[in-house]
């Protein structure tokens, strides 16, 4: 299993309790100030929820949403895609696709490679 396999799921379900939450300031020396951009994790049951990705990327956070609940021909999923292809697109964002089962967006001024490092 690779290591974006193990970032972003490989299988199997994930929940809040499979992440641990690092003390960063007992670990770790901050840079300095408050971190500019988060990475927001998110679940797209329907169009309802895509309301709060967009406000996290309205607010400068990159979101990876699981959209398994969609099939790849379901037209509320086109809607869907569509909707947060525009937000990305007014923000100076980027937004891909990742298989049938994840969407990743950008905030503004991050991009999204569409190449493999290995």
Not at 11 to 28: A, I, K
Not at 49 to 62: E, N, Q, R, S, T
Not at 85 to 102: L, N, P, T
């Amino acid at each position: 299993m690779g290591i974006m396999s193990k970032i972003l799921g490989g299988g199997g379900n994930r929940s809040t309790e499979d992440y641990v939450t690092l003390d960063l300031e007992e670990d770790f020396e901050s840079p300095g100030g408050a971190n500019s951009m988060s990475v927001q994790f998110a679940e797209i049951a329907g169009q309802q929820d895509v309301i709060a990705i967009k406000d996290a990327v309205y607010d400068g956070d990159l979101v990876i949403a699981d959209i398994t609940r969609h099939s790849t021909t379901d037209n509320a999923s086109d809607r869907i895609i569509d909707e947060l292809r525009q937000v990305a697109q007014e923000v100076d964002g980027d937004i891909v696709q990742k298989g049938d089962d994840q969407i990743i967006i950008t905030p503004t001024g991050v991009g999204i490679s569409r190449e493999k490092l290995n």
